[in-house]
């Protein structure tokens, strides 16, 4: 019996260490990642490893999705510095090694940022965007900068002139991935990175997010800086995160709010300091909750069967989740087709003006007259930009743009009527009325319902992931859109919706590595 017993000792001390199953960055969390990494399972090295054989593997191979301009060199050396100190002092930051994509018009200190545009090409910023800044003062790690629509003109395709060809959406690669933010999105949505930043003048985070299947987050304006973003229009600028899940687009949220003097809008968050978004994340948020169908934002009558089918269901999901559901519930005297007046209020040539004159000397060209002049920019641009440089210089005190900010306060308190009439939380529609494009289709309906309610409010909106169409294949988005600095409401509504639904999945194109 002991000679047994000392046999099954030594068999055990001699025999090889079970080894744990590798950790799988394909849909992870930050939370998981962290966990991983507490338990010794994970370094950061190794994560950022298993991101570049992502990237290496399915960007510009296999199904060529597209979505990166620039891997960040330094990224290894990084996560080696992080990993030491983790050893030393734990986790550096509630983002402690968060892999990032970033669109490639926030500036990144070191690294060439462009806006999509060929003119930009080898401009390399000498500080951070300010949102750039405050998720690395968190602990993360700028992965890689992504691709984008050039100077962020269109809200339907992602193409550009610093990277040849489109991004393709890698649910379908024959599909558009939505717009500006569609590298971000995509990228995401293919496990490249952890979690994006992308940015949003009428569409370009929660438009992506939803043909992505991602949760983007427009934040009311004030909340957060667009200093170090380039303009498309300052009056409706926002910039903010696109994640898998609602979760870590709270961790991310909670890093970049607040004042920043670069942006004086944020001026305005002085008297809405940020509370703890996490407390927000309830998965029993929408009982009780009340929510009103806003037609106006999707009903057309090109809008998609398919869609409003979908939609019908995630209505009854959020009643099963104990929500009661206002139908309809449209804010009276307000045309959703008008954005606030005939003549230009600032916008694309006045913005960006100023946001060269400001790099003087650093930047390749003085003004949108010389960006013109370059011709280094794709030729589906070009008459937009030459009807840009033509048009006149509207500045804030100029009619046009009192008669624009007079006809924004309007629809403002039109909506805030309506939803304290009806005692709302928030309102909800399809984040677009049809499915994703074939790539090159500027023909067919798009079904962008984004452009109007929060852009010429400045109110918050949410895209939560709602479903697929055409057979299960093609991602559609809810909007979930409410008061200026309801992000704690509209966050508690989309994360117990994601709980109760759970609608994301991976997209096929971009499987795990072994």
């Known amino acids: 019996m002991l000679r047994a017993i000392l046999v099954l000792f030594l068999f055990t001390a001699l025999a090889p260490a079970q080894k744990s199953a590798p950790f799988e960055v394909e849909e992870a969390t930050i939370s998981e990642v962290h966990a991983a990494m507490k338990a010794g399972r994970l370094t950061c090295r190794a994560l950022i490893a298993s991101y570049l054989h992502r990237i290496e593997t399915y960007d510009k191979n296999g199904p060529a999705i597209n979505a990166i301009v620039l891997v960040n060199p330094e990224a290894e050396k990084e996560a080696a510095e992080l990993d030491q100190r983790f050893a030393q002092s734990g986790f550096s930051g509630p983002l402690h090694c968060v892999p990032v994509i970033v669109k490639d018009n926030f500036e990144t200190k070191g690294l060439q940022t462009t806006d999509g545009a060929l003119v930009f090409s080898g401009y390399i910023p000498h500080k951070d965007a300010f949102q750039v800044r405050r998720i690395k003062e968190a602990g993360a790690i700028v992965l890689a900068k992504s691709s984008m629509a ?8 992602t193409v550009n002139s610093i990277l040849p060809g489109y991004t393709r959406n890698p649910y379908a690669l024959d599909r558009v991935t939505a717009g500006s933010s569609g590298g971000t999105a995509a990228a995401v949505a293919a496990s490249f990175g952890l979690v994006g930043l992308g940015s949003d003048t009428g569409n370009s985070i929660r438009g992506p997010s939803s043909h992505q299947s991602l949760v983007g987050i427009r934040s009311t304006m004030g909340l957060t800086s667009r200093a170090g973003v380039f303009p498309l229009t300052l009056l409706q600028d926002i910039a903010g995160p696109m994640t898998r899940t609602v979760e870590d687009a709270v961790k991310v949220f909670q890093v970049i709010v607040g004042e920043d003097p670069d942006d004086t ?3 305005l968050a002085r008297d809405h300091p940020a509370p703890n978004y996490s407390a927000a994340l309830d998965a029993n948020g929408l009982h009780a909750a009340v929510i009103g169908v806003l037609h106006q934002a999707y009903e057309r009558e090109t809008t998609d069967p398919e869609i409003i089918r979908l939609f019908q269901s995630a209505l009854d999901e959020a009643r099963r989740a104990g929500a009661t559901v206002i139908d309809p519930a449209n804010v009276e005297g307000v045309d959703a087709t008008k954005f606030g007046g005939d003549a230009p209020c600032m916008g694309f040539k006045y913005d960006m003006n100023r946001f060269l004159a400001a790099r003087a000397g650093r930047v390749p060209v003085a003004n949108l007259t010389e960006i013109v002049k370059s011709n280094k920019f794709h030729p589906n641009v070009q008459r937009r930009l030459e009807t840009a440089e033509k048009a006149p210089e509207n500045g804030p005190d100029s009619a046009a743009c009192q008669a624009n900010f007079a006809y924004r306060e309007q ?24 499915p994703p494009r074939l790539i090159g289709d500027l023909n067919t309906p798009h079904g962008d319902n984004s452009q109007f309610f929060s852009p010429i409010t400045g109110f918050p909106a949410i895209n939560v992931p709602m479903g697929f169409t055409r057979g299960g294949t093609l991602p559609i988005g809810m909007t979930i859109y409410g008061r200026p600095w309801s992000e704690s409401t509209l966050i508690r509504l989309a994360y117990a919706y994601e709980q109760a639904t759970h609608h994301r999945r991976p997209p096929a194109s971009t499987p795990p590595l072994r």
């Open 150 to 157: 050039e100077w962020a003109f269109s809200p339907y395709e």
């Open 411 to 434: 629809v403002r308190s039109r909506v805030l009527a309506t939803m304290n009439k009806l005692k709302l939380d928030a309102f909800v529609y399809p984040t677009w009325s049809n």
């Open 265 to 267: 809008v944020t001026a």
